[in-house]
């Protein structure tokens, strides 16, 4: 598929004057996307499970099949270990609650990396304090990559529960899961996988990477908002008590006693995302039609072409920008705020993000108050990345010209 087709199918992107620069806070969504969510409220709509009837049928069929589409996504072993949520924030929450409440005791450890988001920071946090358990940081190194020495130190307190970030939203950056998830199971800790920006990057196959749980969000791989997917593996689901209660995740009950519905409705309370669902299954379907290989080495080159640009300009930097990162790249311009290079950017009709990105530890390791980041999709172009590094080059030399 030549890159103007690719591009063909994203209204949004038809816009005049517009350089969407900004996928790592949220992709743009193919036609097959909002047709998918449309065609379900205008033929289907009905609540899924319960009715007799046939527009709840159709509508239990397609939401059930998106199970099915993400499940061959992340090539999980069986769909019922593929559980529907809002999000990564929602799947990071469920785990501190109810995979927290079960393993952990007073004087364990949660250990978690620098660039960890705060949806995965904060639930953690709070799930050790309600226990008197510690959330153990894995600091950065001189390069802005997790400190593998710290790591192992780390590691030698037997910690119950290693959360890793796959690929760092604010930087770009990737951990060295294959290396450090088998570090951490042979120290004995249960292992979760923030993998929110590596599903639109890269083939995931949560089977090879051997993580206890993996988390991601539709929004950021061509999907809707409001939908989500937290994988685990079935042994420690079925183990983990259910984390909201009401209709779907329910099996009997009466005023004396409940019991709970098998997996994976037991942490699905509720009426669902339906059209979110069936958007997130659209989605998964339309990247697995894709050429994945080709499609990330196009993104590389993107990045490969912004680094190089931004890297030549006097007076700017880059912040853990190494060959391997995937997706984006984050940056300063030297005594400027980064959110007035973000307006200077969107005055130029370049949208990228700007601020603390929900990490607000690691820009204290960074000792910055914020960066500015550019993130790239498969839609991305060179000529987009071109006007980008050009439009940040000419507000460094509009400054420097008031200066003087």
Not at 34 to 42: P, T
Not at 88 to 97: I, K, P, Q, V, Y
Not at 242 to 258: A, D, L, N, R, T
Request: proline share 4%; hydrophobic share 45%; net charge negative.
């Amino acid at each position: 598929m030549s890159l103007d087709t690719l591009r063909d199918q994203f209204p949004a992107l038809q816009q005049p004057g517009l350089i969407y620069l900004d996928n790592a806070a949220t992709t743009q969504k193919p036609n097959a996307v909002l047709e998918a969510m449309h065609r379900f409220y205008q033929e289907d709509n009905a609540n899924v499970h319960r009715g007799a009837h046939r527009l709840s049928a159709r509508a239990t069929r397609s939401f059930e099949a998106a199970r099915d589409s993400v499940t061959r996504l992340i090539n999980a072993p069986v769909r019922e270990s593929v559980i529907f949520t809002k999000g990564t924030t929602e799947a990071m929450n469920l785990l501190a609650s109810s995979l927290g409440s079960l393993v952990l005791q007073s004087g364990d450890t949660v250990v978690i990396d620098t660039w960890a988001h705060h949806a995965s920071i904060v639930p953690w946090q709070q799930a050790a304090e309600r226990v008197g358990a510690r959330l153990c940081p894995i600091p950065l190194d001189a390069e802005g990559r997790l400190n593998e020495a710290a790591f192992l130190t780390l590691l030698a307190a037997r910690p119950k529960v290693v959360v890793l970030t796959q690929i760092a939203n604010a930087l770009g950056a990737r951990a060295p899961l294959t290396r450090w998830l088998p570090l951490a199971k042979a120290a004995g800790a249960l292992t979760i996988v923030d993998g929110a920006q590596a599903v639109a990057h890269e083939v995931v196959d949560v089977q090879a990477l051997g993580c206890d749980f993996y988390a991601f969000s539709g929004h950021k791989m061509y999907g809707p908002t409001g939908i989500g997917v937290l994988w685990g593996k079935v042994e420690h689901l079925q183990a983990m008590p259910p984390y909201q209660f009401g209709g779907e995740m329910i099996h009997k009950v009466s005023f004396e006693q409940s019991s709970f519905n098998q997996l994976p409705f037991k942490f699905e309370a509720g009426t669902p995302a339906i059209a979110e669902a069936i958007g997130l299954g659209a989605a998964a379907e339309w990247l697995m039609a894709q050429d994945r290989p080709a499609l990330a080495a196009h993104e590389s080159v993107l990045l490969e072409r912004a680094r190089n640009g931004l890297a030549a300009i006097e007076g700017l930097t880059l912040y853990s920008a190494f060959e391997d990162n995937a997706g984006a790249l984050a940056f300063n311009l030297d005594g400027e705020h980064h959110q007035d290079v973000g307006i200077w950017l969107d005055q130029a009709g370049i949208a990228v993000r700007c601020g603390h990105h929900c990490c607000q530890p690691l820009m204290a390791a960074l000792d910055v108050r914020g960066t500015c980041r550019v993130s790239v999709a498969a839609y991305n172009t060179a000529d987009e990345i071109d006007a980008f590094v050009d439009a940040v080059r000419d507000m460094r030399e509009f400054l420097h010209d008031e200066a003087n």
